[in-house]
């Protein structure tokens, strides 16, 4: 005997399995998905002293899992800020990046020929559609164009 199982259910189960789905690929191998994976071993345990009425275990759990929602905010800020901007679907309109010119390509592949001939080793990362800010934590920020100059 099945319940009555509406359309709404289906779609509700299909839209919340996509969602996690996004979540858990994207933090998928960072540090948060560890954390979130200890905040879920937390509350089942917060469920199962509630269920076995250990009030004052449950009472502590609870009001830990308070302060820990702030903690989680503001330790895991770029995360949380990165995980909007993939989620935006205005991001393409209000992106203000520009189209590199074909020129520009052809300049640094020929500045990379160059370099291998001579056995010059580079490490080169072009942005995609994802910011790399929260890849890029030592070095030194140049601000300039991409020319071949900068590149050797």
């Known amino acids: 005997m099945i319940p009555n199982i509406r359309i709404q259910d289906i779609a509700d189960i299909l839209i919340m399995t996509f969602l996690l789905y996004q979540l858990y690929s994207w933090f998928r191998g960072t540090r948060a998905i560890q954390v979130l994976l200890g905040l879920g071993v937390v509350t089942l345990i917060y469920f199962a002293t509630r269920f076995l009425n250990l009030y004052m275990t449950s009472w502590v759990l609870q009001e830990l899992g308070t302060v820990l929602i702030i903690l989680i905010i503001v ?3 770029n995360e949380i800020r990165q995980a ?11 992106d203000s990046r520009q189209e590199t010119q074909h020129s520009q390509f052809q300049d640094i592949a020929e500045t990379l020929f160059r370099m291998a001939a001579n056995r010059i080793g580079a490490l080169i ?8 800010n929260d890849l890029m934590t030592n070095g030194v920020l140049i601000n300039s164009e991409i020319s071949p100059q900068m590149l050797e």
């Open 75 to 77: 330790v895991f800020q």
């Open 125 to 132: 990362v072009f942005q995609g559609n994802e910011p790399l």
């Open 84 to 94: 909007l901007y993939r989620f935006s679907l205005l991001r393409h309109i209000l």
